[in-house]
């Protein structure tokens, strides 16, 4: 439910650098995993290891100013148009309760480092909304995911670094093959060329002032059955610009 200030930062606007409020700001629709139990610094986590590390799942939205990201990520990867903000779902579902939900990964070709090969059901059967303003623009399922938790946590650690008790870290966007699948507004609208139209007659690009967006998920396909994920919300609100100040006294 927390406001979300739109960034201001360095795109390039008509081939020129400036600095001012992001116009090309979005979502990114994730699912984040906590870890439960930390690890020793220089011993790498095995991926028949990872879960022994890890609590539970949730959702996450780490929003996007992409212009700024578009001007940074070259040579330095994303900073500022990631940093301003990310937000997670009030809970975490454990992975006891996430047993039932298991699912075989999709096939990894080619096939990927011995110390990132897994087996089993190493995947989540997580069905997953997008919503702006109130109106479904994307569904998509986290089964479909390339990489599962257990392999990020093998990569992240296979250099020694350790995990502590808290650490969160996400998916990556979650986004379907299909049209409709998609979890984030670039990929959405095919880089603004087709926007998102809303049942009020707007469309939408990319994301305005005043906009709401509310991710939405939910563990297996029965209703009956089903565990939710929660949801988590954000409205868009007006960034406060850099002014320039001194630290000169008048008269000095």
Not at 130 to 157: K, N
């Amino acid at each position: 439910g927390s406001d979300i200030a739109r960034p201001h930062g360095l795109r390039l606007v008509d081939g020129e650098p400036l600095h001012g409020p992001t116009a090309a700001l979005d979502i990114e629709l994730e699912v984040g995993a906590v870890i439960g139990a930390p690890s020793t610094r220089g011993e790498p986590i095995s991926t028949a290891d990872a879960e022994q590390h890890l609590f539970g799942l949730c959702l996450v939205n780490d929003w996007s100013a992409r212009d700024i990201q578009a001007f940074e990520y070259q040579p330095l990867g994303p900073f500022l148009g990631k940093s301003f903000a990310t937000s997670m779902s009030p809970w975490i579902v454990t992975l006891d309760a996430l047993q039932p939900f298991r699912v075989e990964p999709p096939v990894q070709d080619p096939p990927v480092a011995d110390h990132l090969r897994t087996s089993g059901p190493t995947g989540f059967d997580l069905h997953l909304e997008v919503e702006l303003q109130g109106e479904v623009i994307s569904r998509t399922c986290f089964a479909d995911m390339y990489w599962s938790p257990a392999q990020q946590i093998a990569h992240m650690t296979t250099n020694g670094a350790n995990v502590r008790a808290g650490d969160l870290f996400a998916s990556g966007t979650v986004s379907g093959p299909t049209t409709g699948s998609e979890g984030s507004l670039i990929e959405l609208t095919w880089r603004g060329e087709r926007p998102v139209h809303l049942s009020d007659g707007t469309t939408r690009t990319f994301l305005l002032d005043g906009d709401t967006v509310t991710l939405r998920g939910w563990a297996g396909a029965d209703p009956a059955t089903r565990i939710g994920l929660g949801s988590v919300t954000g409205t868009i609100v007006t960034g406060t610009a850099i002014t320039a100040t001194s630290n000169a006294s008048e008269g000095n």
